[in-house]
């Protein structure tokens, strides 16, 4: 596959994951000549964009391209309640994805939020779907329900009375024990999505009061495309520097396992 791929996030105050959000976006299985990366800095106080300066710095030479950027809007801190999430995050971000959509020019744009940590094949995988609007699977129950984090994926169908819910399978519960391809049908998504070019120049992101992302999907339904996710294409959703810890103590001690 020769097709040019942007991968770009809005990125506010993600110092204690950055290191290893940008580890997995190397070692991506995609030629790097035909990568480009947009990093949009907000409103952000800590050490992101440093660390975003000194990423282009080394590996510049690598990319298509590696844009980092500042674009300060005063937006609050989300902190998950849903007032502030309804006044302001959520109109906050779309105009940041909107602005990345607009400074796009490749064949397409993934959106990979920060929190994010994706699987070298990702690129590959879903670009063998061949969808204009396709998404990668993660789960994100860590913080609601840690004991069973797959009852809320990034994936959602509109129920009889207009509202989006959480689709829950077996696929979806078993996805990171049992990883298989299989695409199915869904009415929104996001996180972690792959758009063609088509659709990125066409469809903008607005407020929605269940996220910016569901307002993107209503457009391009509205527009005549299709959404999909890619079940067996599961990435690891990391909502706290707690959690992160965890993970990786979770993913040292497995690959020592693998040793004894």
């Not at 040019?4 to 991506?28: G, M």
């Not at 000194?54 to 990319?63: A, S």
């Amino acid at each position: 596959m020769n097709q040019t791929i942007t991968i770009a996030t809005p990125v506010r105050n993600r110092e204690w994951i950055l290191d290893e959000y940008l580890k997995r976006l190397l070692e991506l299985n995609y030629p790097t000549n035909l990568i480009e990366f947009i990093f949009v800095i907000n409103d952000s106080t800590d050490n992101s964009l440093n660390i975003l300066y000194n990423f282009k710095k080394q590996y510049r030479h690598i990319y298509r391209n590696i844009r980092v950027e500042v674009y300060n809007r005063n937006a609050p801190v989300d902190k998950r309640d849903l007032n502030t999430r309804n006044n302001f995050i959520y109109t906050h971000l779309g105009k940041l994805r909107n602005y990345i959509m607009s400074k796009t020019k490749t064949d397409y744009l993934m959106f990979i939020d920060t929190d994010i940590l994706v699987q070298p094949d990702i690129i590959n995988n879903l670009l063998k779907s061949d969808k204009d609007i396709v998404s990668g699977l993660i789960w994100n129950g860590y913080i609601v329900r840690p004991e069973k984090p797959y009852l809320f994926p990034n994936i959602m169908r509109i129920n009889s009375k207009g509202y989006y819910e959480h689709i829950v399978s077996n696929q979806v519960k078993n996805a990171l024990s049992h990883p298989s391809s299989s695409l199915i049908r869904v009415d929104l998504t996001g996180a972690v999505i792959m758009l063609s070019r088509k659709v990125f120049k066409s469809i903008k992101y607005g407020f929605h009061p269940q996220g910016e992302d569901a307002h993107f999907c209503k457009m391009a339904q509205e527009k005549g495309f299709e959404l999909f996710c890619d079940l067996g294409t599961f990435s690891h959703h990391i909502m706290s520097p707690e959690y992160l810890r965890e993970f990786l103590n979770e993913t040292k001690n497995d690959c020592l396992c693998q040793y004894n």
